[in-house]
């Protein structure tokens, strides 16, 4: 095999090395590809690095490719940036790819979207970030050979422009826009997403025509919330898809990876089909048969929204869940910890009015602050691993901020 090194933005999350674990800022680092805590959808790991697994696994995002899908686990920066590049070092043979995209977070709240490089091998982010992300995809070719990533580099830009858009926490990664979309079932039970996921009978999630808004497997970072005729389900994003891989239609137009001439909120498959737009054909050159902006897994379809034939809906993109099982609204600025006492380390913080998921509460230290006394403490997931723990004080709601479930 050949190899080649390609320069692509990334922000990788690797193992960090011990002055990242400290809190001290890294500016270079490489990502971690043998970390069990990473995701990985049908990847073998061999001595020279990641391959695809199983040749004969197939996505619909890809046709006529094997695939697989590793997401490194998140690395803490210790500071906040907003510019990044990276180089992969890969086997890559003919007719095989690897992509690799990036996105970035606090410790606490939403991720950004996901972010591929651009053409000078960088990769901006919308906001600023302190905690960092990589996703690797590889297509092969079946019956044939498959790329090996051998090591991705990360390193922060010399430059770390401002941030487009203020923020911290969910609120800050999608503003929740509404738009009339029509739907269609995709079906496929015993096929594989674009995250790993092997469909199953009656599933639950939707397709999005970009990999910008793909969750990871099982997880819940991007959502939907898709209404019809009176019925309502929230569902998670787990396949690239109807006709389109790169029409993130939802982004304000001069954000688009493609099609910027079209308004926010109207995909290109719809355009194509209503006006002719690009000769009516979809990004590959097929001729779009209809005008969908979204895919829905047949339990969505059926048994969510009542469905029995593709129609149109009204789909809301919804802030980042954070893969927990409910959400807390902070009414002050307050510490989180890494236990449940005001003696263990500050390892984040929560902010008035912003939401944030949540796993289960404990009981912990008695506190007594802002003339409220209470001792249960509320269990908030991390984005670079592990969990930390505010004081109910410091929640909206009851006194464990309206989580039921206690850990």
Not at 167 to 176: F, N, Y
Not at 209 to 216: D, F, G, I
Request: glycine share 14%; net charge neutral; hydrophobic share 35%.
């Amino acid at each position: 095999m050949k190899l080649l090194c390609l320069l692509l933005l990334m922000t990788g999350l690797a193992a960090p090395p011990a002055a990242a674990r400290d809190g001290e800022p890294r500016s270079s680092w490489r990502v971690d590809l043998t970390g069990p805590e990473a995701g990985r959808g049908n990847t073998a790991l061999r001595a020279d690095g990641i391959t695809v697994k199983d040749g004969t696994r197939r996505t619909p995002s890809a046709p006529g490719a094997t695939y697989a899908v590793y997401t490194a686990p998140g690395t803490s920066l210790g500071r906040e940036l907003t510019a990044f590049s990276a180089r992969t070092e890969a086997g890559i043979p003919p007719g095989t790819s690897v992509l690799t995209e990036v996105r970035g977070g606090e410790l606490l709240g939403a991720w950004t979207q996901w972010r591929a490089a651009d053409g000078t091998g960088t990769v901006r982010l919308p906001r600023a970030v302190s905690v960092l992300q990589v996703r690797l995809t590889l297509l092969g070719v079946p019956g044939g050979p498959s790329p090996v990533v051998h090591a991705v580099t990360v390193t922060a830009a010399p430059a770390q422009p401002a941030p487009r858009t203020p923020g911290h926490g969910a609120s800050a990664t999608l503003s929740g826009p509404t738009f009339r979309l029509f739907a269609t079932r995709e079906g496929l039970t015993g096929q594989t997403t674009a995250n790993g996921h092997v469909i199953r009978s009656r599933d639950h999630f939707v397709a999005l025509p970009s990999r910008r808004m793909l969750a990871t497997n099982g997880g819940s970072e991007y959502q939907v919330r898709l209404c019809y005729k009176g019925r309502c389900e929230t569902a998670p994003v787990w396949d690239v898809g109807p006709w389109n891989t790169r029409d993130d239609y939802w982004n304000p137009s001069s954000q688009r990876e493609m099609w910027r001439d079209l308004a926010q909120g109207t995909p290109e498959a719809q355009a194509a089909y209503a006006d002719g737009y690009h000769g009516g054909l979809d990004e590959s050159g097929r001729r779009v048969a209809n005008p969908a902006g979204i895919d829905l897994a047949d339990g969505t379809f059926w048994d969510g929204l009542g469905m029995t034939g593709n129609d149109w809906v009204d789909v809301t993109f919804m802030p980042d869940s954070g893969g927990g099982t409910t959400t807390v609204t902070a009414w002050a600025e307050a510490n989180v910890r890494s236990c449940s006492s005001t003696t263990c380390a500050v390892v984040s913080k929560v902010y008035a009015g912003e939401s944030y998921p949540a796993q289960c509460w404990v009981v912990g230290q008695t506190v007594t602050a802002e003339g409220i006394t209470n001792n249960k403490w509320v269990r908030l997931p991390l984005n670079a691993g592990g969990v930390g723990y505010v004081s109910g004080i410091y929640l909206k709601g009851n006194e464990t901020g309206g989580v039921s479930t206690q850990c």
